[in-house]
């Protein structure tokens, strides 16, 4: 399973970023994508989930601002964020989590940086 993740960088404070997620190896449409994200000297945090049938999770410091989105044609899942704050400066990464007689597997992307800075 390979996850790529594109699209971070610097922008200012109530900007805006694309971020997207490319997955290879495995059946994208089964499983359940996120984004999480890990600012310096804290522990990785759940941003964003969407599931297969495209039900969508936020963390309440997101909510309003961030949006999640798939597509299983283009094996691709995007985080469209907006009104970008400087507490939202970390590393975003892409997770897919599958789940496999059981056992549940995350695999994760290499991770982008987004910083939100003046």
């Known amino acids: 399973v390979q996850l790529v993740e594109s699209g971070g960088g610097l922008v200012q404070p109530g900007g805006s970023l694309r971020l997207s997620c490319a997955a290879s190896g495995i059946i994208f449409s089964r499983n359940t994508m996120g984004w999480y994200r890990q600012a310096s000297g804290k522990q990785r945090e759940l941003v964003a989930t969407i599931t297969t049938g495209g039900s969508t999770n936020y963390a309440d410091s997101v909510k309003g601002r961030f949006t999640i989105s798939r597509d299983n044609a283009k094996r691709t899942v995007d985080l469209q964020m907006n009104s970008l704050k400087p507490e939202d400066t970390a590393v975003y990464y892409c997770?897919?989590?599958?789940?496999?007689?059981?056992?549940?597997?995350?695999?994760w992307g290499q991770g982008t940086q987004v910083t939100v800075s003046s």
């Open positions: 997770n897919l989590r599958q789940v496999l007689f059981g056992t549940m597997y995350d695999y």
